[in-house]
């Protein structure tokens, strides 16, 4: 893993480009827990759980607002 990280900041945009495609090839080819896969990307269960996440947090904290008594 460490290998992987010292490389990529070294690759042009083309170059990061083929491996972000073979990244998505590979989910593809394994049915990785994609939801969504369209020419923009894949939109996996990883994805979607950190979403949904972030979501209830602000609900969370947009409730935790309204329910704090009010200064007079």
């Known amino acids: 893993m460490c290998e992987i990280q010292e490389v990529l900041p070294k690759l042009s945009n083309a170059e990061l480009r083929q ?14 827990g994609v939801i969504f896969d369209d020419a923009y990307g894949i939109w996996a269960e990883d994805d979607q759980t950190s979403a949904a996440a972030e979501a209830f947090a602000v ?3 947009a409730e935790a607002a309204h329910e704090r008594p009010k200064a007079r």
Do not use: G, M, P, S
């Open 19 to 32: 491996v972000e495609e073979a990244v998505r090839q590979l989910y593809r080819d394994r049915h990785a």
């Open 59 to 61: 609900l969370a904290r």
